[in-house]
């Protein structure tokens, strides 16, 4: 059974900095690309960045380049969401998710955490 578990998530103020992990089990975790998401209420969940499972590329969405990177511990099955300079407009659930294809489009992902909530206060 495949399972993705996020967590580090939290509430921070303004110009804060948060490192989400994604646990893996149940997959073969260096075949996957790896994609973070968010969704804030109201809201369809929307990319923001991945990490490739040959070469480590990586790829962000314009609205947080230069603050988030994507990275991965292949020996661990994890993944790390590392976020920078956090703005309330971060607020929102964030996922990561496992798939084949190298893209920021959610119905590309096959396998789903549960999300962890990050809250970000003026």
């Known amino acids: 059974q495949v399972q993705l578990v996020e967590s580090g998530g939290d509430s921070v103020q303004a110009g804060g900095s948060l490192r989400l992990s994604c646990t893996t089990s149940g997959l073969t975790f260096s075949q996957y690309v790896i994609g973070w998401f968010r969704q804030a209420p109201g809201v369809g969940r929307v990319g923001v960045g991945y990490?490739?499972?040959?070469?480590?590329?990586?790829y962000y969405a314009d609205f947080v380049k230069g603050r988030f990177t994507v990275d991965r511990d292949d020996s661990k099955n994890t993944a790390y969401l590392e976020m920078h300079d956090l703005k309330p407009e971060d607020t929102a659930m964030y996922y990561c998710a496992a798939g084949p294809v190298q893209t920021l489009e959610p119905s590309l992902y096959q396998s789903w955490g549960q999300g962890t909530q990050v809250t970000v206060s003026s």
């Open positions: 990490i490739a499972n040959i070469g480590r590329r990586t």
